[in-house]
T-cell receptor
Framework: DTAVSQTPKYLVTQMGNDKSIKCEQN?????MYWYKQDSKKFLKIMFS???????INETVPNRFSPKSPDKAHLNLHINSLELGDSAVYFC????????????FGPGTRLLVL | SQKIEQNSEALNIQEGKTATLTCNYT??????LQWYRQDPGRGPVFLLL?????KEKRKERLKVTFDTTLKQSLFHITASQPADSATYLC???????????FGDGTTLTVKP
């Protein structure tokens, strides 16, 4: 059983399009995260939800909108995609807000043309 | 400003040798520090956590040290194997911000 899963694994799209990435965790964790990893491998947090409540919202363009329908799911919707949005997006979860270890999904590779 | 630096972007060593990776930080007071491994095309995987009051932690061939005075953590892989080749990320607990902040990683290549 996959602990943290993401769909799709690959996403190739044109500039200006709107796309969504979905994440699900079956670990029973309370906290979920979205990270962006750029071409230089730098992993930067974007958002975090704890029990469906937004707790971390880094300096991210408002074209990015996370949504957590329940604590097992955290989706990321991106409007008006730009070339600079091309990256790998990772979802992660942790047992609780203060928990230390994070469990990462396999990543979604987004390429904006 | 806050900064996390991992030594050289890439580290190449011979099989059987000990790999030593460095994580230096400034303007953080982490309660703990973690090391993750990331293979190409995959998400990071947790390896070890060391707390501020611990000097050293071991797990099989892995050893982590944490010096809060030097603001540095060292990650050692003894008797390295080609299968240890991966990117290793350190992550600092940024308690004030309620998150962990990752370094930019060191890519280790172990040659047979």
């Amino acid at each position: 059983d996959t602990a943290v899963s993401q769909t799709p694994k690959y996403l190739v799209t044109q500039m200006g399009n709107d796309k969504s990435i979905k994440c699900e965790q079956n670990l029973g964790h309370d906290t979920m995260y979205w990270y962006k990893q750029d071409s230089k491998k730098f992993l930067k947090i974007m958002f975090s939800y704890n029990n469906k409540e937004l707790i971390i919202n880094e300096t991210v363009p408002n074209r990015f909108s996370p949504k957590s329908p329940d604590k097992a799911h955290l989706n990321l919707h991106i409007n008006s995609l730009e070339l600079g949005d091309s990256a790998v997006y990772f979802c992660a979860s942790s047992q609780s807000r203060g928990a230390e270890t994070q469990y990462f999904g396999p990543g979604t590779r987004l390429l904006v043309l | 400003s806050q900064k996390i630096e991992q030594n050289s972007e890439a580290l190449n060593i011979q099989e059987g040798k000990t790999a030593t990776l460095t994580c230096n930080y400034t303007n953080y007071s982490p309660a703990y520090l973690q090391w993750y491994r990331q293979d190409p095309g995959r998400g990071p995987v947790f390896l070890l956590l060391i707390r501020e009051n611990e000097k050293e932690k071991r797990k099989e061939r892995l050893k982590v040290t944490f010096d809060t005075t030097l603001k540095q953590s060292l990650f050692h892989i003894t008797a390295s194997q080609p299968a240890d080749s991966a990117t290793y990320l350190c992550a600092l607990d940024d308690t004030n911000a309620g998150k962990s902040t990752f370094g930019d990683g060191t890519t280790l290549t172990v040659k047979p």
